[in-house]
């Protein structure tokens, strides 16, 4: 009987830890959904377009003045997505005025960079950092 009791109260415990880690995780989630909505409108596109699965990509490629079909690269093809990936990070960088630097920081600590990207006051120069 006690151990009967062990389990249900243990269920319990991970029912409310599971329940815990879906509410942060979906908090994070909406974090990064509009600190993206916010990249998206300093590039003068649709915030709206972050919330739409492949037609994200396309605007993000639009942002960073690269063509529709690299998200055909970056979605089927494996290892060179990667490299596209990595680049595509260093051109969106670019876009907004910053260096290297900030495309390390991007790519190994994207909690902190994109935030900053988003909210700090970055301004879009351009695809790539060309002046428009």
């Not at 319990?12 to 979906?26: A, G, H, N, R």
């Not at 994200?56 to 063509?67: E, S």
């Not at 006051?121 to 790539?128: D, E, S, W």
Request: zero cysteines; aromatic letters at 20%.
């Amino acid at each position: 009987m006690i151990l009967l009791d062990y389990f249900s109260e243990s269920d319990m415990f991970f029912q409310s830890l599971t329940t815990s880690t879906i509410i942060i995780y979906l908090l994070i989630a909406l974090f990064y959904i509009i600190a993206e909505w916010k990249i998206y409108t300093k590039a003068g596109k649709p915030g709206w377009a972050t919330l739409i699965p492949i037609y994200n990509y396309i605007v993000l490629l639009q942002i960073i003045g690269k063509p529709w079909w690299w998200v055909l690269i970056i979605l089927f093809i494996p290892i060179v997505n990667i490299i596209f990936i990595i680049w595509s990070i260093n051109l969106l960088s670019k876009s907004f005025g910053y260096g290297v630097g900030f495309t390390l920081g991007l790519i190994f600590l994207s909690f902190i960079f994109i935030p900053i990207l988003a909210f700090g006051n970055a301004k879009y120069v351009g695809p790539a950092g060309d002046a428009k």
